[in-house]
């Protein structure tokens, strides 16, 4: 579902806020209010429009795993070597020229 969440988020009415007090560590609180001030918004609107998510999807908006990305792009390409959905090269100059044509 596709829903301007920054615009109603930035035009909720100060009676419709209320004040939440949250503990988080600060490394990520950091981290994420700087990925909210590339995206031009701050921590409280970035949480608001995560919350609206939530609702809307009634669940989290993300698949939650304990298998990092990383073993996942591994097996995935373990498995196309095994299928033989793999290109090879004679040289790195004939990799070069697929990869850059």
């Known amino acids: 579902m596709t829903y301007d969440y920054f615009s109603e988020v930035m035009h909720m009415q100060p009676k419709d806020r209320s004040v939440t007090s949250l503990r988080l560590d600060q490394e990520s609180k950091e981290a994420a209010r700087a990925v909210f001030a590339e995206l031009v918004m701050d921590l409280s609107t ?6 609206k998510q939530v609702v809307v999807d009634q669940g989290l908006p993300f698949k939650p795993t304990t298998i990092s990305p990383l073993d996942c792009a591994t097996s995935k390409t373990h498995a196309e070597i095994e299928r033989g959905d793999f290109v090879e090269f004679d040289s790195l100059e004939d990799f070069r020229q697929d990869l850059y044509s």
């Open 46 to 51: 970035g949480i608001n429009i995560y919350l």
